[in-house]
């Protein structure tokens, strides 16, 4: 069988469960070929148009996600996922009223939806409405219990508000939960990336680096990841990596790292940040 062929036949159906399949792998490229597949032989499959527009928000190409998610949010106004994902593709690609808007409209249907809650908050953040952000992400909480992404965005966002005890309780709770993942993730990058994440908020830069190293050795190079709404790639990581260093006072090896982000992806946003460290 060809990598391009579908295992159950030349149907929709099964052009969309092998584009699950990739997807859940994170090789984005060979699961938008089946969802693309899917939707040449069936062009009302709102599911596969939906998993379309995620693979390419997980890819960064934003601007196609938009347009796919709008497409399914138009046909299918009561597919809630999709509508949280379209709101999510608004908020990175900064067209925050937009976010906003799509947010609501998922709350003005269901006011307890906790991921519509958190996008609200990361929109929030993003425009350093910092109230707004814990606001929404405590609300996220109280209807959907405690998680990683209300802790982290609970953690970092009373921390530039210098509420120190709310912070430190919000990111070790959001550190004990990726602890609990390692344990049944140990071989997967992704509870290391967050880790180091959580660090870096923490300002614990060595073990920042530390976790961003081990999230790397587990990382394919072609690979998008994703774990708790939060996506990333190796480049991502070996910026951070970069970050990390910056703030250790190593700026030789900073600069190393961005010259090897550099050959990988030149307009990477924080390419230039690394290349810029001066020794």
Not at 90 to 104: K, L, M
Request: proline content about 3%.
């Amino acid at each position: 069988m060809s990598s391009t062929e579908a295992f159950g036949g030349n149907d929709p159906e099964s052009y969309y469960d092998e584009g699950l399949t990739a997807s859940m792998k994170g090789d984005l490229n060979r699961a938008i070929h089946f969802f693309h597949a899917a939707v040449e032989l069936q062009k009302d499959f709102a599911s596969a148009y939906h998993q379309l527009g995620k693979c390419y928000l997980r890819i960064g190409n934003i601007d196609r996600a938009i347009s796919m998610l709008g497409q399914v949010t138009k046909a299918r106004p009561k597919m809630t996922a999709a509508q949280i994902d379209l709101g999510n593709a608004y908020a990175i690609n900064g067209q925050d009223e937009e976010a906003r808007i799509t947010f609501n409209r998922v709350l003005d249907k269901d006011p307890e939806n906790r991921k519509a809650l958190i996008g609200l908050a990361d929109a929030s953040f993003t425009v350093c409405n910092w109230e707004s952000a814990l606001q929404y992400a405590q609300k996220a909480q109280e209807v959907g219990g405690v998680n990683f992404a209300t802790c982290y965005m609970i953690g970092r966002t009373a921390k530039i508000m210098s509420k120190v005890e709310m912070s430190q309780m919000a990111l070790k709770k959001a550190d004990m939960i990726l602890e609990k993942f390692e344990e049944t993730n140990e071989d997967k990058p992704e509870g290391y990336y967050l880790r180091g994440e959580v660090a870096f908020v923490q300002e614990r830069f060595n073990n920042a680096l530390e976790y961003y190293r081990k999230a790397e050795d587990r990382m394919s190079t072609d690979t998008f990841y994703l774990a708790y709404g939060q996506s990333f790639s190796l480049i991502d990581v070996l910026a951070k990596q970069g970050l990390c260093l910056q703030r250790l006072d190593k700026p030789d090896r900073a600069k190393d790292l961005g010259e090897r982000i550099q050959q990988i992806d030149p307009n990477h946003p924080l390419c230039n940040a690394l290349l810029d460290s001066e020794s």
